[in-house]
């Protein structure tokens, strides 16, 4: 979409701010698992939908205290998330799958979103499925946190992100929706149309966003 297009042109070159599609192999020692093992070293921003089915978890590393950065960036994550979430499902009537019961779960059910770096710094955020499949599972999103659309919260003099933020988000939960389907067909088949109805999605939930809200 010219929306999107405009948003990662805006990041810098090459700088990737739609994420790519969905991945649905856990990688060793993988953010979430890191946060099961230690839950105490991580911090969380916690948010539940308006219609009271789910809650998201927004997980960070603290790195400076009580005055960390990353507690109102989290805040602004959570609360797009179920901005989001109302649009999206208000509009599909598809529900994400409970993590219950999974190892590396985040310790609950919710809907669990990790700011934590990814190795690709052009990539802003990526969806993970719990299993091998990408159907029928329940997942979990990691943010990039040293991408520009959310690095740019935390560096003074701080950038007004909103826009750009929930329009990740909104890529992402998408992928959460159609990962917790039931599809027959295989991964290879699904991804080219998944990613490209996140980006649609994108578009629906952020239809503008302002120049001044794009990462720098």
């Known amino acids: 979409s010219a929306h999107a297009q405009s948003l990662a042109s805006a990041s810098g070159p090459g700088a990737q ?12 020692l993988e953010i979430n698992c890191n946060v099961a093992a230690g839950p105490t070293a991580y911090r969380k921003v916690s948010a539940t939908t308006t219609d009271s089915k789910f809650t998201f ?8 205290g009580d005055t960390d950065p990353q507690a ?11 901005e989001t979430y109302d649009a999206e499902t208000g509009l599909l009537g598809r529900f994400p799958l409970s993590d219950a019961g999974l190892p590396c779960n985040g310790g609950d059910a919710g ?17 993970i499925g719990y299993g091998a499949g990408c159907q029928s599972v329940p997942s979990f999103i990691i943010l990039n946190l040293f991408h520009p659309v ?36 295989s991964c290879d088949d699904t991804r080219w149309v998944d990613d490209a109805t996140a980006e649609w999605a994108l578009d629906f ?12």
């Open 72 to 82: 109102p960036l989290a805040a602004q994550i959570a609360a797009a998330a179920v």
């Open 205 to 216: 939930v952020v239809p503008t966003i302002p120049r001044n809200q794009l990462a720098a």
């Open 57 to 64: 978890n927004v997980y960070y590393f603290p790195l400076h």
């Open 17 to 28: 701010a739609r994420p790519q599609a969905y991945a649905t192999r856990l990688r060793p």
């Open 150 to 185: 959310f690095f740019s919260s935390l560096t003074p003099p701080a950038t007004d992100s909103t826009g750009a933020v929930k329009s990740v988000v909104a890529h992402e939960f998408l992928h959460v929706l159609q990962l917790a389907m039931a599809r027959k067909a």
């Open 111 to 127: 809907i669990d979103i990790y700011l934590a770096p990814l190795n690709n710094l052009k990539l802003a955020g990526q969806t």
